[in-house]
């Protein structure tokens, strides 16, 4: 089983930046599939970014291509999730998620089976 904790999160301005951090531990990070979701108010759980084991292969939500870029650093078991160009509409908790496999439904949340607790991203107008 493999451990994961979030951080990064805070309050940013419309147009600023945040990095997020997911720390595993448990099991070797290089063998999951990781993957960002976020959950604003009132909304479902929905699907941000995911990036292979070894990283060549990423995925985005139409919603933040071309502003976040997710990343990973498999000798630190910590990946990474970039966002630019923040909008409020981008407020939520920030969810990091972990998979052995690549599913062809990556962006669901079945497609994972481990999750951390998140952490809360704020983007003020």
């Known amino acids: 089983q493999v451990q994961l904790v979030e951080s990064g999160g805070g309050l940013v301005q419309a147009g600023g930046s945040l990095r997020l951090s997911c720390a595993a531990s448990?099991?070797?990070?290089?063998?999951?599939?990781m993957g960002w979701f976020r959950q604003a108010p009132g909304k479902e759980r929905e699907f941000v970014a995911a990036?292979?084991?070894?990283?060549?292969?990423?995925r985005y939500a139409d919603s933040v291509k071309g502003r976040f870029t997710i990343s990973r650093d498999n000798a630190k078991s910590t990946d990474y999730l970039q966002m630019n160009s923040l909008k409020p509409e981008d407020t939520a908790v920030y969810y990091c998620?972990?998979?052995?496999?690549?599913?062809?439904?990556?962006?669901?949340?079945?497609?994972?089976?481990?999750w951390g607790q998140g952490t809360q991203v704020t983007v003020s107008s």
């Open positions: 998620a972990a998979d052995p496999d690549w599913h062809t439904d990556y962006a669901s949340r079945d497609a994972y089976d481990y």
């Open positions: 990036i292979s084991w070894s990283g060549i292969t990423t």
């Open positions: 448990g099991r070797t990070f290089s063998n999951y599939v």
